[in-house]
Nanobody
Framework: QVQVVESGGGLVQPGGSLRLSCTAS???????MAWYRQAPGKQREVVTT???????TYAESVKGRFTMSRDNAKNTVYLQMNSLKPEDTAVYYC???????????WGQGTQVTVSS
Protein backbone atom coordinates (compact mmCIF):
# COMPACT_ATOMS: atom_id res chain seq x y z
CA GLN A 1 0.00 0.00 0.00
CA VAL A 2 1.32 3.40 -1.00
CA GLN A 3 1.60 5.87 1.85
CA VAL A 4 0.63 9.47 1.15
CA VAL A 5 1.37 12.54 3.28
CA GLU A 6 0.27 16.10 2.53
CA SER A 7 1.43 19.34 4.06
CA GLY A 8 1.25 23.08 3.49
CA GLY A 9 -2.31 24.12 4.25
CA GLY A 10 -3.25 27.13 6.31
CA LEU A 11 -5.09 30.42 6.50
CA VAL A 12 -4.55 32.97 3.75
CA GLN A 13 -6.25 36.19 2.69
CA PRO A 14 -8.12 36.44 -0.60
CA GLY A 15 -5.66 37.01 -3.42
CA GLY A 16 -2.89 35.24 -1.54
CA SER A 17 -0.93 32.10 -2.34
CA LEU A 18 -0.20 28.76 -0.77
CA ARG A 19 1.80 25.73 -1.84
CA LEU A 20 0.73 22.25 -0.87
CA SER A 21 3.09 19.29 -0.91
CA CYS A 22 2.34 15.60 -1.23
CA THR A 23 4.94 12.89 -0.73
CA ALA A 24 4.20 9.29 -1.62
CA SER A 25 6.09 6.09 -0.99
CA UNK A 26 7.39 4.17 -3.96
CA UNK A 27 8.06 5.65 -7.36
CA UNK A 28 5.65 8.42 -8.28
CA UNK A 29 6.99 8.44 -11.82
CA UNK A 30 4.61 5.62 -12.66
CA UNK A 31 1.68 6.88 -10.62
CA UNK A 32 -1.24 9.07 -11.54
CA MET A 33 -1.17 11.90 -9.01
CA ALA A 34 -4.12 14.13 -8.29
CA TRP A 35 -5.41 16.73 -5.88
CA TYR A 36 -9.01 16.74 -4.70
CA ARG A 37 -10.82 19.06 -2.34
CA GLN A 38 -13.92 18.91 -0.21
CA ALA A 39 -15.68 21.97 1.11
CA PRO A 40 -18.12 21.77 4.04
CA GLY A 41 -21.42 20.29 2.95
CA LYS A 42 -20.15 19.49 -0.54
CA GLN A 43 -18.89 16.43 -2.35
CA ARG A 44 -15.22 15.84 -2.91
CA GLU A 45 -14.18 17.19 -6.29
CA VAL A 46 -11.08 16.80 -8.43
CA VAL A 47 -8.87 19.86 -8.68
CA THR A 48 -6.06 18.60 -10.90
CA THR A 49 -4.85 15.29 -12.28
CA UNK A 50 -1.37 14.39 -13.52
CA UNK A 51 -1.14 10.99 -15.20
CA UNK A 52 2.35 9.59 -15.60
CA UNK A 53 3.75 10.86 -18.91
CA UNK A 54 0.59 12.69 -19.86
CA UNK A 55 -0.78 16.20 -19.71
CA UNK A 56 -1.94 17.62 -16.43
CA THR A 57 -5.58 18.69 -16.37
CA TYR A 58 -7.32 21.22 -14.15
CA ALA A 59 -10.85 21.94 -13.03
CA GLU A 60 -12.28 25.00 -14.76
CA SER A 61 -12.61 26.78 -11.43
CA VAL A 62 -8.82 26.74 -10.84
CA LYS A 63 -7.40 27.04 -14.36
CA GLY A 64 -4.84 29.81 -14.60
CA ARG A 65 -4.52 30.05 -10.80
CA PHE A 66 -3.34 26.60 -9.66
CA THR A 67 -0.33 24.68 -10.95
CA MET A 68 0.61 21.12 -10.18
CA SER A 69 4.21 20.04 -10.53
CA ARG A 70 6.19 16.88 -9.92
CA ASP A 71 9.60 16.24 -8.41
CA ASN A 72 10.08 12.57 -9.18
CA ALA A 73 13.45 12.45 -7.44
CA LYS A 74 11.74 13.42 -4.19
CA ASN A 75 8.56 11.40 -4.83
CA THR A 76 6.72 14.64 -4.25
CA VAL A 77 4.11 16.66 -6.08
CA TYR A 78 3.19 20.24 -5.37
CA LEU A 79 0.08 22.31 -5.82
CA GLN A 80 0.87 25.98 -6.20
CA MET A 81 -2.28 27.98 -5.54
CA ASN A 82 -2.33 31.65 -6.49
CA SER A 83 -5.04 34.31 -6.48
CA LEU A 84 -6.93 32.34 -3.87
CA LYS A 85 -10.62 32.98 -3.37
CA PRO A 86 -12.91 32.27 -0.42
CA GLU A 87 -14.57 29.55 -2.48
CA ASP A 88 -11.24 27.70 -2.56
CA THR A 89 -11.68 27.01 1.15
CA ALA A 90 -11.72 23.24 1.62
CA VAL A 91 -9.81 20.25 2.86
CA TYR A 92 -7.36 19.31 0.12
CA TYR A 93 -6.48 15.67 -0.43
CA CYS A 94 -3.67 14.14 -2.41
CA UNK A 95 -4.61 11.04 -4.38
CA UNK A 96 -2.29 8.40 -5.81
CA UNK A 97 -3.61 5.89 -8.32
CA UNK A 98 -1.35 2.95 -9.11
CA UNK A 99 -1.12 -0.63 -10.22
CA UNK A 100 -2.95 -2.66 -12.83
CA UNK A 101 -6.07 -2.64 -10.65
CA UNK A 102 -5.98 1.16 -10.32
CA UNK A 103 -5.70 1.21 -6.56
CA UNK A 104 -6.34 4.54 -4.85
CA UNK A 105 -4.34 5.79 -1.89
CA TRP A 106 -5.26 9.00 -0.07
CA GLY A 107 -3.51 11.37 2.22
CA GLN A 108 -5.03 12.59 5.46
CA GLY A 109 -6.01 15.95 4.01
CA THR A 110 -4.84 19.47 4.73
CA GLN A 111 -7.10 22.43 5.49
CA VAL A 112 -6.96 25.51 3.29
CA THR A 113 -8.93 28.52 4.49
CA VAL A 114 -9.20 31.69 2.43
CA SER A 115 -10.61 34.50 4.49
CA SER A 116 -9.98 38.10 5.40
Amino acid sequence: QVQVVESGGGLVQPGGSLRLSCTASGNIFVYTMAWYRQAPGKQREVVTTSPSGATTTYAESVKGRFTMSRDNAKNTVYLQMNSLKPEDTAVYYCNVRYGRNLIDAWGQGTQVTVSS
